[in-house]
């Protein structure tokens, strides 16, 4: 079955500090890998999207991502943390026999002044 | 940058009352969904249309649930006879192609009491 998985259900990190939120796939094929963040009282926001090309994948926000195929994973990263970037992070990978998302639990991110 | 509108943000119903959760895409998006999010749990594929007709639906997507293009521009969502186990998040989302590059709105929760 396919599935994600986001091993950290929150992240601590100092402003100014490089951020890794982690999130790793199982699927059967080629995933379409997504990163989404969530603030309070508000929707889904779109950050970034893998399906084919570069590993390395450059999103909104200043916000980035490497695919890893060998260690199927797909952790989202920052060189530099705001305290804005504070919110909710949710990996997702498109289902191969479908076009749903699948969803990790998703990874409080709380960035300290 | 478009939008996907979602109405009302929240909705509270008793339990055994009809609701109808109401969306507007983005209009040249062809692609329609409904996700939903059980507070403190993972986002769920619903149900997704195309065509005027649902192409995908999900386990969820029981008896219980219908949606509807009633007028070219909303995509609305009804849960007849709502439990309380209802209560979540829920999600539109919309997009160009299936399953790529959606866009979510701000969602509805639905409090069944």
């Known amino acids: 079955a396919q599935s994600v998985a986001q091993p950290e259900d929150q992240v601590n990190v100092a402003e100014g500090n490089p951020l890794t939120v982690k999130c790793t796939y199982s699927?059967?094929?080629?995933?379409?890998l997504f990163w989404y963040v969530q603030y309070p009282n508000r929707g889904l926001q779109f950050l970034l999207k893998?399906?084919?090309?570069d590993n390395l994948v450059k999103g909104s926000y200043g916000f980035e991502a490497e695919f890893n195929k060998s260690q199927t994973s797909f952790h989202l990263k920052k060189p530099s943390a705001l305290v804005s970037d504070s919110a909710l992070y949710f990996c997702?990978?498109?289902?191969?026999?479908?076009?749903?998302?699948?969803w990790g639990a998703g990874t409080k991110l709380i960035i300290k002044p | 940058e478009p939008e996907v509108t979602q109405t009302p943000s929240h909705q509270v119903t008793q339990m055994g009352q009809e609701v109808i959760l109401r969306c507007v895409p983005i209009?040249?998006?062809?692609?329609f969904y409904w996700y939903r999010q059980i507070l403190g749990q993972k986002v769920e594929f619903l149900v997704s249309?195309?065509?005027?007709?649902?192409?995908?639906k999900s386990e969820i997507f029981d008896d219980q649930f219908s949606v509807e293009r009633p007028d070219g521009s909303n995509f609305t969502l009804k849960i007849r006879s709502t439990k309380l186990e209802d209560s979540a998040m829920y999600f539109c989302?919309?997009?160009?192609?299936?399953?790529?590059?959606?866009?979510f709105g701000s969602g509805t929760r639905l409090t069944v009491v």
């Open positions: 989302a919309s997009s160009v192609r299936q399953g790529v590059g959606y866009t």
């Open positions: 893998y399906i084919t090309g």
């Open positions: 249309f195309y065509n005027n007709e649902i192409s995908e």
């Open positions: 997702a990978v498109r289902d191969v026999n479908s076009y749903q998302l699948i």
């Open positions: 699927v059967s094929g080629n995933p379409y």
């Open positions: 209009s040249n998006h062809l692609y």
